[in-house]
Every structure is written in structure tokens, then in C-alpha cells.
């Protein structure tokens, strides 16, 4: 088969397997698309982008199914090549010339495609609808905006009847700036912006964007994650296929089909909500907030929605609850509050009670999770503290059968993990609830002998005699 002489050339792209890349001079680009075309495989995607460290210069990339997995092309147009269009392949796929569209819009990449209409702004010339003209035609407008969850678009039916006569459609009314804003947020937070990509869809684009990550960095990825993924991945697509063939159903003016499916769908979703504590598995974070003081009760719900409509438009938060009672609000902390007892009746759980500095919270949580996941990916945490002081409960739970040996063996390398990080991150490992006794032995070795001397200077000066809660200080 033709195309099979271009994924002999390609090499393999680092986490995503069945994938390769290959660089094609401009004569090849054409050619390619030409080879994958006659043995059958089709166009996924195109996309153009810029080189940061050289915006003049842009790259045009496309992705094609083959019978060998995913064959992606990349075309390099340098800054010399000034005007230059590299070759459109809307005569081999015609839905190529939608992105091609997009690529010149957005990137000022350009195509020799002879279709040179905006792809993101509707109200100029060159968009008219083709109107068909008859006895009994009926032309019936759809959107662009639609009642459901679908991405915005404009659809003109022609029909005679129940016939369809012609459909044409306009897309491209939303433009989000994704590409963008991936270069613009840490890397390691990139995973939180993915997941907002498509809300019904988080698991999966969560998941290709770690994997893309991880086979940048050949970063081993633990079996039990892996395992995890997989499970809240398949969850995700049943939800979403119950979903889809209740529409199937509906659309074909099978009503029932979209009931009994809707019923089903419900039914998953609620045992979703029992297992992981949501109905869609895209939220990581969650903040409890009261607030107190000498405004008015409606005063007060107004700055609150003004702040939570601020922050959504932000882009800071998904989603948000307001308590409209009493009731409600004890509820809210009920969540909070019984976090420790879930904790107790799940098994054995080695608990640090420490602080880092607010603005380091999401970094430190992000390092030491990953740092314990590559060290002991048989375990979980179980991170809940307060924003306020950065307060932070960093919880580990353990594997339900671990005997008393291996746990105390487990409990001196996670403490030694754990506690190293927050030294590095300027926090303290002893926080809401104080040294005690059970950090006593481990903060001799993360305090200087000077604030250790001052320490016992002070103890001693306060009390001579040993009477203050004895032996529970630094000996």
C-alpha cells in the first residue's frame, strides 16, 4: 500500500502509542495526502501553529488514520516563505478546507485553497444561504444557539414535507483560544485546562494530555493509575453513549428510545455520585466558604454572586452552590467535617498535619503527589485543609490488607517524603495541632541546633521544675 512507504519513515511519537511523526518537504506534503487517500485512510485533522522562540516561522500539521495507526505530517514553512501557501488538500479531503480556514484565521497560515472565506466571523460577505425555490418548499432555521449542551451553529433545512431537499450549515461561531492558553499556563497544570475542553468528555482529554506529557518526560506512569484512568474513562463513554442513543431515538421520532435511555443514563450517573462524591468526574478541587459580618443578609448573597460570576468568567472555578438556608449550609460542612471519619472506615491512613506558603499550595500539592505516586503507587492521598493559612491535611491512605510491618515501614518513607517537601517549600510540618509527641523525634532533624537551643532555653525558663506537660517537649 502506498501510504505505508511514509509510516516506514516516520518515527513514533512519545506517549501516544500506534502514533508517528514525520517532517515532508513541500513537495512531499501533497503527495502524502495523495498516498493515504488511494489506500483508503482519511483526514483526522489539520492544524497550524507558531514556534514561541520564532513566531515568523509556523509549521502546518495534519493527521491521518492509516491501516498502521495514526500518521501525522508536518510541514515547516520558515519566515523567508513570506506570503507563500502551502498546498490545500480540500480536492482529496473535502473537509480539510474548514480547517484550512481555521489555521489561515487564526495563524495567518495560508492554504492555495480557492475557498478564502473567514472561518470565524460570520457577518461578512460570501456567507449567503442557497434558498430552494418550489411549490410545498419549506426552509426552516436551526440556532446558532441550541438548547442543549452542543457547541453553537446555524443550520438552514430546505424540505418538502418530511424530504430534506438540501442542509447547509455554518459552524466555527465559537472560538475558545485553547491552543493558546495551553502555552500560557504551567505545564503541570495544563491537565485542569484540558478537562475543560469538552465538560461530558474531561476524563478523555485529561487523560490524552498526561499521556502526551508523560512520554515527553519517558515518565513511567504507575499500573494502579493506569487502572483508574481507565475505569473513570469507561464510565465517561457509557454515560455518554446512554446519552447519545436516547438522542438516536429521539431524533428519529422514537421518543420512548430517548426516555429509557435518559432513565438508564440517570441511574449511572447517580451510582457515579456514591462512588467518587460527583456525577461527572471533572472536578478536582473543591472550596467551602462562609462568610460573617455586618452587612446585610442580602447584601452579602449579592457580593458572593457578584465574586462567583467574576471567578467563572475568569476561568478560576467550573461551578458553584449557594446555601439558601440553614439547613443547606450544615450540609456543606457535613461534607467537610466527615472527611476524617470516611477516612477511618476506609482502613489505615498516615496523616501530616503541615503547612507551605499559600502561594506554593497547588505546586507542592502537585510535586509530592507525583513524587508519591512514582515512590509508592499502592497508596492514595487525601489532600483537605484550609486556603485561608495554607493549612493543609495531607492524608495517605494505605491498601486495606498491609500488615503491621510493611506499615511501618511505609509510614517512615511517606513521612520522610512528605515532610522533606515542605522543608524544601519554606512550610512546617507540625501546624494546626502542634509538635506533640509523634513529630517530636523528626522535628530534631529539621530544626537548626540554634532554634532547637532556643527551644529547651525557653521550656526550661518557663518551667524548671518539668511540671508543664511533661515530657512531651524537646528533651
Known sequence: ???????????????????????????????????????????????????ADTPSGAAIHAAYWIDAGLLLAELAMAARDGEARYPGLETLFPAASRMQRA??????VLSSDPDRRPWLHHGREGYDFVRVEGEGVHEIAVGPVHAGTIEPGHFRFSVVGEKVLRLEERLGYVHKGIERRFTEVPILAGHRLAARVSGDSAVAFSWAYCQALEGMAACPVP?????????????????????????????AGFGFALTQFSRVKEELLREIERAFGQRYLSRPWYTLLETHGSV?????????????EEAHDAGSIEDAAVASNLAQARAFWQLREEIS???????????????VPITR????ITETSAALAAAHPEVRPIIFGHL???????????????DGTAFSRLQADINRLVHDLVVRYAGSICAEHGLGVLRRSEALRYKSAVEIALTRAIKQA?????????GKGLA
Open 341 to 355: 471519619d470516611a477516612q477511618a472506615r476506609e482502613g489505615k491512613c498516615i496523616k501530616h498535619d503541615i503547612s
Open 296 to 308: 446585610t443578609e442580602g447584601a452579602s448573597a449579592e457580593r458572593i454572586a457578584a465574586a462567583l
Open 223 to 251: 499500573h494502579r493509575a493506569l487502572w483508574l484512568r481507565a475505569l473513570c474513562l469507561e464510565l465517561e463513554r457509557l454515560a455518554n453513549h446512554l446519552g447519545d442513543l436516547g438522542a438516536l431515538g429521539n431524533d
Open 361 to 364: 499550595v497547588p505546586a507542592f
Open 1 to 51: 500500500m502506498p501510504a505505508s512507504k511514509w509510516w516506514a519513515r516516520a518515527r513514533e511519537v512519545p506517549g501516544a502509542p500506534g502514533a508517528r511523526r514525520l517532517a515532508v518537504a513541500r513537495e512531499e506534503w501533497t503527495q502524502a495526502a495523495q498516498d493515504v487517500a488511494a489506500a483508503g485512510g482519511r483526514l483526522v485533522s489539520l492544524w497550524a501553529a507558531r514556534d
Open 462 to 470: 518557663l518551667d524548671p521544675a518539668g511540671l508543664l506537660n511533661p
Open 388 to 402: 485561608g493559612d495554607g493549612n493543609l491535611h495531607f492524608n495517605v491512605s494505605l491498601p486495606a490488607a498491609i
Open 103 to 108: 489555521a489561515s484565521e487564526l495563524y495567518g
